[in-house]
């Protein structure tokens, strides 16, 4: 089966077309991630009105509940969360990062301690490629360890020596025919060894290929500049997928750079909080200025939530702790991010993109250094976590 299509480049940006068994995505893409088997607050007939074309699941917390036996009694992943459409399962490897006071580091994977009822059990490269094999999940990841970004050079080659290594093995066992398999590229903060794991990665003869241990904490800055770099040394013809990344700036610099493929819980986390994507920047729904606002989030949004609700009504869900509350703003800031891909493909086919990058950046500006203190938050808030992830 043809995996990919590279349709159109406009600088670096690039449009493509990915073809699962679970049918065909446009690219740039995002990706909304449904950990445990739902994005968070809202169902697949949402995800469905939004356009989202593909989800992520996560292989560490599927594991853990409600385990292979329900999966495989059910048939895989797809049917059991009644979505039909592609899913790509990412290998656990982030839980190694952010529940790093849980687990231990071996030659074949980690040894974790659940964050659920304490018990011990081990998850390697092969266990990881096995169940999502059972998942049926259309794209896999394999099994990799994410570096944080105040690591050391020599702390970070030795993760990615081992990384390469599961990897390497993990590139070798049975998967389902319809099954792509990503390699996973490494290396922190590092452009040497971002090379070497690229290099390594191209060996192994992946379908396509994603950019991990970026967004853990590094300034903006050095993000862009790793990822710059990583994508101008990938194959062209493969997609390039960019784990955890998804505020608009950031997906439109990224994507400026030759990124296609993305996912990231923070739309969804920061709708939980009252907090709404403009074209202008970001709104807190919860503010008081909106209590008495008759009007929709945003007057040119046509999504469900802007169709038939005013931010008076929405404000006063949060204020008064209404689950829909959640619904309703995470509807709103999925379909922001979906439809801001969808268009940017618009502008890469007509090769018009950069005049799109540099209209929007001009009004989305005043959010900028607002995300960044975000995610930075984000990254604080996942070290500090005590026995549990919610990622």
């Not at 040894?111 to 964050?115: A, G, M, Q, V």
């Not at 011990?120 to 490269?125: A, G, L």
């Not at 549990?388 to 990622?391: E, P």
């Given at each position: 089966m043809k995996f990919f299509e590279l349709n159109f480049k406009d600088g670096d940006a690039r449009a493509g077309t990915l073809y699962t068994s679970h049918g065909a995505i446009d690219t740039p893409v995002f990706m909304p991630v449904a950990t445990q088997g739902s994005v968070k607050a809202i169902g697949v007939d949402d995800l469905n009105r939004i356009g989202s074309q593909i989800v992520l699941a996560n292989t560490y917390h599927l594991y853990l509940r409600p385990g292979h036996e329900v999966i495989e009694k059910i048939s895989g992943l797809h049917k059991f969360m009644g979505w039909n459409k592609a899913i790509l399962?990412?290998?656990?490897?982030?839980?190694?990062?952010?529940?790093?006071?849980?687990?231990?580091v071996t030659k074949d994977g980690f040894?974790?301690?659940?964050?659920i009822d304490g018990s011990?059990?081990?998850?390697?490269?092969e266990d990881v490629i096995k169940f999502q094999t059972l998942l049926g999940s259309d794209i896999i990841m394999p099994l990799d360890i994410c570096s944080s970004s105040n690591q050391n050079k020599s702390q970070v080659e030795e993760s990615m020596i081992l990384t390469n290594e599961?990897?390497?093995?993990?590139?070798?066992?049975?998967?389902?025919?319809?099954?792509f398999m990503f390699g996973i590229v490494q290396g922190g903060m590092y452009e040497d060894l971002r090379k070497s794991c690229v290099e390594q990665m191209i060996d192994l003869s992946f379908p396509g290929y994603a950019i991990g241990g970026l967004s853990v904490g590094e300034d903006i800055d050095v993000m862009y500049r790793i990822v710059d770099y990583t994508a101008n040394i990938l194959p062209l013809n493969s997609p390039r997928y960019l784990m955890g990344v998804g505020s608009p700036e950031n997906l439109i610099e990224c994507i400026s750079k030759g990124i296609d493929m993305f996912d990231c819980v923070l739309p969804t986390r920061i709708a939980r909080n009252g907090s709404l994507f403009l074209d202008s920047g970001r709104i807190n729904i919860t503010n008081a200025t909106f209590k008495f606002d008759d009007n929709p989030i945003d007057l040119s949004c046509n999504c469900f939530t802007c169709a038939h609700y005013s931010k008076a009504y929405i404000h006063h869900l949060f204020k008064a702790k209404e689950f829909l509350a959640y619904r309703l703003a995470s509807i709103h800031n999925l379909y922001f991010i979906v439809n801001l891909l969808r268009e940017i493909r618009k502008t890469i086919l007509?090769?018009?993109f950069n005049n799109f990058k540099k209209e929007f950046l001009s009004r989305y500006n005043s959010a900028d250094r607002l995300t960044q203190v975000t995610q930075k938050k984000m990254w604080i808030e996942s070290q500090e976590r005590k026995g549990?992830?919610?990622?």
């Open positions: 399962t990412d290998s656990g490897g982030f839980q190694g990062f952010s529940l790093a006071h849980l687990r231990t040894i974790f301690k659940s964050h011990i059990f081990r998850f390697n490269y599961w990897i390497s093995k993990a590139r070798k066992l049975n998967i389902n025919s319809d099954q007509m090769g018009e549990r992830d919610k990622f």
